[in-house]
Each structure stands twice: as structure tokens, then as C-alpha cells.
Nanobody, 121 residues
Framework: QVQLVESGGGLVQPGGSLRLSCAAS????????MGWSRQAPGKQRELVAA???????NYADSVKGRFTASRDNARNTVSLQMNSLKPEDTAVYYC???????????????WGQGTQVTVSS
């Protein structure tokens, strides 16, 4: 059993900052890609940032220069520092991990339960 536990969402004013964290635990051999996506009401889920095991980071154009993703491979955690937040950043943010299960060697794609981020004055 593998799970992703997210934390750090909330309500913030425009221009403010929030930090999201996600920890993976359980029967994990390795994690390939780990990152964040978001889904706003009435919109499709979109990638925000993804980090490979080698440390390469891919950001959505809409968050470049404002959001910073980081990853701790030893602890199986990924974080998202969000600065200069805008109302259009309001969404449910989901942590995602592509991992190899320790006992089977199979590759799985797992999503967290989501955490709400609301940017409003």
C-alpha cells in the first residue's frame, strides 16, 4: 500500500505565498517523476510542476517565475513554493507520483487526495 499525503493549502490574498508539501510512503522501491497538478472549477486538470528523479523540473508557463518545486529523494517528498499568487491560481492542487512498487517491480501512477488553494481578497 502506497499513499501520498498532502498539506499546506488554504486561503491567501493576491500577492501572497503558500507552500504545499507531499510525502509518499509505503511499499516504494523508487519514484520516477513526482509533482503537482491543479484543477479549477469547470476546468480540466493541468500540470503545474513535475520533477524527475534526476532533478529536471518542468513548469507550466502560467507559474514560471512564481512557483518553485523541490524534491527530497531520500524522504520521498515534493514541495511547491507558490509566490505572487493570483486569483486564477485558485484550484485544488494534487500531488502525483510515478513509482516502482518494491515487491512487484511494477510501475504505478498515484494521486493524492488534493488540497484546496484559494486566492482571494
Amino acid at each position: 500500500q502506497v499513499q501520498l499525503v498532502e498539506s499546506g493549502g488554504g486561503l491567501v490574498q493576491p500577492g501572497g505565498s503558500l507552500r504545499l508539501s507531499c510525502a509518499a510512503s509505503g511499499n516504494i522501491f523508487s519514484i520516477n517523476k513526482m509533482g503537482w497538478s491543479r484543477q479549477a472549477p469547470g476546468k480540466q486538470r493541468e500540470l503545474v510542476a513535475a520533477i524527475t528523479s534526476g532533478g529536471r523540473i518542468n513548469y507550466a508557463d502560467s507559474v514560471k517565475g512564481r512557483f518553485t518545486a523541490s524534491r527530497d529523494n531520500a524522504r520521498n517528498t515534493v514541495s511547491l513554493q507558490m509566490n505572487s499568487l493570483k486569483p486564477e491560481d485558485t484550484a485544488v492542487y494534487y500531488c502525483n507520483a510515478d513509482f516502482v512498487q518494491a515487491d512487484s517491480g511494477l510501475l504505478y501512477d498515484l494521486w493524492g487526495q488534493g488540497t484546496q488553494v484559494t486566492v482571494s481578497s
